[in-house]
């Protein structure tokens, strides 16, 4: 495994994830991104049962849905990062957030449980990314019709969540 993993150039992914990229802090980053979690479990922890059912406005998402994404999301970017590690070739679909959202039963599953999950799926996002070599940080495949190298997806990972857990902030839990 590498000391550091190199934050990505910009040709080792799509356009539409720069933001995420570009979001991730300079530094030690499984370590950044360990922090990162805890951080997010502790502030979601702060929530309540009935604040966690709160929409900001019609038609979005309620902050468990939120969770539940983020759950999904890396499970996603953390599947294509070791697909692409092992060598293998085959392209990999996108998936639609509002529909997996839509259907994820998050709104139903009490915010401990959706915070649990974040946190086992965040664990073996660590444990899966301290077992690459730098060779495998540098394997690229395609994903959503766009080549992405397992790095870049090690930082869409952490960007990601910082996104969301910036929107939670703002337009969630700001009162």
């Given at each position: 495994?590498?000391?550091?993993?190199?934050?990505?150039?910009?040709?080792?992914?799509?356009?539409?994830?720069?933001?995420?990229?570009?979001?991730?802090?300079?530094?030690?980053?499984?370590?950044?991104?360990?922090?990162?979690?805890?951080?997010?479990?502790?502030?979601?922890?702060?929530?309540?049962?009935?604040?966690?059912q709160h929409r900001y406005?019609?038609?979005?998402?309620?902050?468990?849905?939120?969770?539940?994404?983020?759950?999904?999301?890396?499970?996603?970017?953390?599947?294509?990062?070791?697909?692409?590690?092992?060598?293998?070739?085959?392209?990999?679909?996108?998936?639609?957030?509002?529909?997996?959202?839509?259907?994820?039963?998050?709104?139903?599953?009490?915010?401990?449980?959706?915070?649990?999950?974040?946190?086992?799926?965040?664990?073996?996002?660590?444990?899966?990314?301290?077992?690459?070599?730098?060779?495998?940080?540098?394997?690229?495949?395609?994903?959503?019709?766009?080549?992405?190298?397992?790095?870049?997806?090690?930082?869409?990972?952490?960007?990601?969540?910082?996104?969301?857990?910036?929107?939670?902030?703002?337009?969630?839990?700001?009162?």
């Amino acid at each position: 495994m590498p000391k550091t993993i190199a934050r990505p150039a910009s040709n080792e992914y799509a356009p539409f994830y720069g933001g995420y990229v570009g979001a991730v802090p300079e530094g030690d980053f499984l370590p950044l991104l360990e922090r990162q979690g805890n951080e997010t479990a502790a502030l979601l922890r702060a929530v309540s049962e009935k604040k966690s059912q709160h929409r900001y406005a019609p038609g979005k998402w309620s902050i468990r849905e939120v969770v539940g994404h983020l759950t999904d999301a890396e499970r996603v970017f953390t599947y294509r990062a070791l697909s692409f590690a092992r060598g293998d070739a085959t392209p990999l679909p996108s998936f639609d957030e509002n529909t997996w959202a839509a259907t994820s039963n998050a709104d139903r599953r009490p915010l401990g449980d959706l915070i649990s999950d974040f946190e086992a799926v965040r664990a073996a996002t660590l444990a899966l990314l301290r077992g690459f070599d730098e060779e495998q940080f540098a394997h690229a495949g395609i994903a959503s019709g766009h080549q992405v190298t397992v790095r870049a997806l090690a930082y869409i990972v952490a960007g990601h969540e910082r996104h969301h857990v910036r929107i939670l902030r703002e337009r969630y839990l700001s009162s």
